[in-house]
Antibody, heavy 117, light 109 residues
Framework: QVQLQESGPGLVKPSGTLSLTCAVSGGSISSTNWWSWVRQPPGTGLEWIGEIYHSGSTNYNPSLKSRVTISVDKSKNQFSLKLNSVTAADTAVYYC??????????WGKGTTVTVSS | EIVLTQSPGTLSLSPGERATLSCRASQSVSSSYLAWYQQKPGQAPRLLIYGASSRATGIPDRFSGSASGTDFTLTISRLEPEDFAMYYCQQYGPSPLYTFGQGTKLEIK
């Protein structure tokens, strides 16, 4: 069974760049799955950020597209999220997940990112 | 963008009772593209139902899903203490590819 683990700084300054990595274990990132990032602001619901395929093809949520880059590193079996020009509204728990497709069947435990000076 | 509206916002029931959670789509959604998740405090969402009515691996058969037009329903036949949580529906479709409902909180009465 694939397992996912998010990592990255828990605190980012306003106007800075949020950078997170999701390590994939128990399976290959070069499988037929797509790999997603989802976030959840405190006390609210889930928002899909975007996804990547091992070929490097990406799809993004239009609401975030101008600020988001998702990349894949097949040699390390991981994928990454960069979100630039962050504000307090980007404070959230960030999850990585795998799509099979149409739904997300494996999720990481999530990592909390706070945007604050 | 397809908007998913879940109701009720909060559902208060007792263990052993039947729970019915609703998810209504603003436009037509293929049943193949509708999923349900359970989320407990401090945990990641867990896939319960995919394709509107198929249970994910390891999900007890007291959980079931159904669809009728743009209306989707998650039913828990007899509530167990561990079932009290947040529930989200999710659709795959036009941009953005994935959207979630705002959630239903299932709480102990």
């Amino acid at each position: 069974q694939v397992q996912l683990q998010e990592s990255g700084p828990g605190l980012v300054k306003p106007s800075g760049t949020l950078s997170l990595t999701c390590a994939v274990s128990g399976g290959s990132i070069s499988s037929t799955n797509w790999w997603s990032w989802v976030r959840q602001p405190p006390g609210t619901g889930l928002e899909w950020i975007g996804e990547i395929y091992h070929s490097g093809s990406t799809n993004y949520n239009p609401s975030l597209k101008s600020r988001v880059t998702i990349s894949v590193d097949k040699s390390k079996n991981q994928f990454s999220l960069k979100l630039n020009s962050v504000t307090a509204a980007d404070t959230a728990v960030y999850y990585c997940a795998t799509n099979v497709p149409y739904y997300m069947d494996v999720w990481g435990k999530g990592t909390t990112v706070t945007v604050s000076s | 963008e397809i908007v998913l509206t879940q109701s009720p916002g909060t559902l208060s029931l007792s263990p052993g009772e039947r729970a019915t959670l609703s998810c209504r789509a603003s436009q037509s959604v293929s049943s193949s593209y509708l999923a349900w998740y359970q989320q407990k405090p401090g945990q990641a969402p867990r896939l319960l139902i995919y394709g509107a009515s198929s249970r994910a691996t390891g999900i007890p058969d007291r959980f079931s899903g159904s669809a009728s037009g743009t209306d989707f329903t998650l039913t828990i036949s007899r509530l167990e203490p561990e079932d009290f949580a947040m529930y989200y529906c999710q659709q795959y479709g036009p941009s953005p590819l994935y959207t979630f409902g705002q959630g239903t909180k299932l709480e102990i009465k």
